[in-house]
C-alpha cells in the first residue's frame, strides 16, 4: 500500500535524476565566480543589502542568497541538490494545481512526466547561474496554489518571492487573470480584490527592475526593441525549441524557409544527434496526426479553445523577453508547461480509449522519452557545460598543485599562442569568459593578494609571473 501512495513521485525524482544527473557534477564557471565573490556574507545587514536594487539584473532570490549559501563551502555539489529540491517543489505544486483543476489524475501526472524530463532543463539545472529560473518556478507554482485554495496572503507573499527571484514574474497576474476569466469559480469579490493586489505589486516590480536595469551597461543584445518583426520572431523560435528542436537552430537558419547553413550538418557526425532529430521528426508527425483525429472524432471546437489558451499561456509568460535580441532556451521554464500540458492532453485522450488508439498513446510516450534523452546528451555539449567543468575542474588540479609557486608570484598570466588562437572560444580569451576576469581569484585564492593578466589584452609577460597555457586547462 506504501508503494502504491508513493510510486509516482519517486517515478518523478527517479526520471529528472535519470536524465539530468550530470547536472551534479558541474563545476563552478564564468558568472559563478562573479556571484560568488559579490554574495559574500559577514553581518545581516549584507543580506539586506541584496534588496537594495544594484547597477545589475534584480534577483536577490534567484542570485545573492544562493551563492552566499555557497560562498564559505565553496561546494557546487551544495548548489544542485538546492536547485533539483527547489526544482521538484516547483513540479510538485504544478501537479496539485493540474489536479485541483483538472480533476484529472492521468491528464495531471502525464503533464508532469512530459514536463520535467524535456531536453530544455539542461539550462536551468546545470549552471547555477540559472537557478533563479528554478527559483522562479517554485514561487509561482506555490503562490498559485495558495490563490485557488483561497490563501490569498500567502499567495501575495510567495509571488513577491517569485519577483524577487526574476523579473519574469511580473506578468504572472496576466495569467491569474486569464484563470478567473475561464473559471466561473474564481470570479469572485475575493479572487479579484487579491488579482487587483498582484497587479499592483507587479507594477512596482516593474519599476524597480527598470530603474535597476537601466543603470546596468548593456550589450545591444539586452536593449529593447519593440520591433513587430523581433518579436514574431522571438516567439516562433522559443515555440519551436518548446516542441524539441535544438537550440543550436537560429544560429544555422538564416530564414526558416531557407536551408541551413552548410555547417549545420557537422552535427550529424555525432551519432546521438542524428537519433534525435529523427525521433523528433517522427514523433512529432505522430502527435500531428494523432490531433488531427481527435478534433475530427470529437466534432466540436473544444480541442481548439484549449490550444488557444495553452498558447495564450505560453505567451504571456515569454512577453518580458520577446522585445530583446537575445535568444535563449532558458527561458522556457514557465511557458513550457502549457506546451507540455497541450501535449499530454491529446495523449490522454488517446490513453482512454480502447485499440489502436491507446496504442498510439503509448507510441508517442515512448518516442517523447527517447528524443528528449537524446536531446539531453546533445544539449549538454550545445550549451558548453561539459567544457567549462572540464575548464574549472584542470583549473583546481592546477593551482592546487602549484599553489605554493602561484602565493609566492602573486601573478597569473595565462598565455596565448599560435595554436590555441585568440577567438571566444579559445585561448586566453576563453578563459577570461570561463574565470570571469578577475573573479575567480577569490574563489581559488580566497584572502591572498593574487592578480590575473590576460594575453590577449596584455601583451608583454608580467615580470616574475606564473605562466599558464591555454591548452592546459581547455583541451
Known sequence: MQFKKYWFPLTVILLLLIYFFKAFSTNFFADDFMFLEQSRVNTLSDILHFFIPQQRFFRPVGTELLYALLYYPKSALLGHIITFIVFMTGCYFLYKILLKLTKNTI????????????FTHVYQLYWLATFQEVAMLAGLTVSLYFFINNKFSLSIILFIVSLFAKEQSITFPLFVGLLII???????????TALAVMTIIAEIAFYIHKVAISNFTFSPEYTVHLSPKLIVNNWIWHFLWSLGFPSIMPDYFISLMSAPLPAFWNYFKNPVFPLYIVVLVIYLTFFAISTGLI???KKDFSLVRIAVLCLVGFTIFLLPVLVIRHKWMVRLTLPLIFISSFQSYIISLLLKNRGHFRYLGIFLISLYFVWNFAGVKIHEETSTYNLETKITNNATKLFNENRAEISEKGILYIADTKQNGMSEWTGSKKLQISFAGQSFLDYYFRGENIKAFYGHETKTVPKNAFIINPEQLIH
Do not use: E
Not at 110 to 116: E, F, G, N
Not at 182 to 192: A, R, S
Open 107 to 118: 491528464l495531471s501526472r502525464l503533464t508532469i512526466l512530459i514536463y520535467i524530463i524535456h
Open 182 to 192: 475561464v473559471n466561473p469559480q474564481f470570479k469572485t469579490k475575493k479572487y479579484l
Open 295 to 297: 478534433l475530427a472524432r
